[in-house]
């Protein structure tokens, strides 16, 4: 058969047996050499015995609690420490700190305590200028004060002149915003006060008002006003004028009940300060224009101030 297969062919086989020869030696060697040589890679004796674990302590030790003790974080010991004091510029601590009625010519007129003390209202009337205003947390007033703290009915400054912490406190004889059997004093009228010279257009004399913007917290008791919301927006837009006792201010200037008033000579009244500058613009200006809502129709009152 194989004189058949040509010389070629022949060499082929010859050459593909060559290999699977020396492919069978390689792995006898190889299987051989580890034969040979696996005895040397055995341990000759025993690993060293572990010694066993113990039992884990969870004890503690009661010096790791001295610390907490040391610092006395449930008061255990019943210590009461000083209380904590504002200091001064130069790192010292007040030396008195106990606040006392203020004789300042200052009167406390109503507050507006917010959830954020920063952003609480004191309405005061300063005596001695013959003005009113409000006052935030850290303003000055007038130069006589610095405010410190504003709560409900009573108000805490820093006397500028002799750094004493002072306070005021509201008349309590009648401090409520709404009038009931414990009304305000209200002037009686004498007629002819206020004069209608047109269309919501009045004439009025100085001494006359000022029977009625002279005590401001009075004033503020003989009537009910609430902040009113646009529907749209939901801010604020005005005070609504919602009720206010026959013969007060209010009656005087014509202002028909359930008004809402807008603005106070242009600038809108949204919050107590606005409302408080309206005030001051008719007991210390010529003149004052209320831009109002009455009836479902936008109005304005204009007051000429002689």
Known sequence: MLKKLSELQRNR??????????IFFAFTVADLTLIYFRDQFLPDQ???????KGPISYRIDRGQYSPIV??????????????????????SSKKNDVPVLSNLPIVLIGTLVHSN???SVAAIEIKSKNIS??????????????????????IYFRNLNNGALEYIEMNQGGNKVSFDQ????????????????????????????????????????????????????????????????????????????GTLI?????EPVTNVQAAMEMFNKMKNGNGVELGV????????FKYDIQ
């Open 13 to 22: 086989i010859s050459k593909w047996a060559l290999y699977g020869l020396l």
């Open 46 to 52: 025993a690993p060293p015995k572990k010694d066993p």
């Open 70 to 91: 040391s610092r006395n974080i449930f008061n255990s010991t019943g210590f009461i420490p000083d209380p904590l004091r504002p200091k001064d510029e130069d790192g």
């Open 117 to 119: 003390p920063e952003k």
């Open 133 to 154: 205003g409000s006052y935030t947390v850290g303003a000055e007033i007038e130069g006589l004060a610095k405010v410190e703290s504003i709560q409900r009915g009573i």
């Open 182 to 257: 414990a009304k305000a004093v209200v002037i009686a009228p004498t007629g002819g006060e206020i004069q209608k010279v047109g269309n919501n257009t009045f004439k009025i004399k100085r001494s006359d008002l000022n029977k009625y913007l002279n005590d401001l917290s009075s004033l503020l008791m003989q009537a009910r006003a609430v902040p009113n919301r646009d529907p749209n927006t939901g801010e604020i837009n005005g005070y609504r004028l919602v009720d206010y006792q026959a013969g007060s201010i209010f009656e005087q200037l014509q202002i028909p009940r």
């Open 262 to 266: 807008k603005t106070a000579n242009g």
């Open 293 to 300: 809502e009455s009836n479902g129709t936008n109005q304005t």
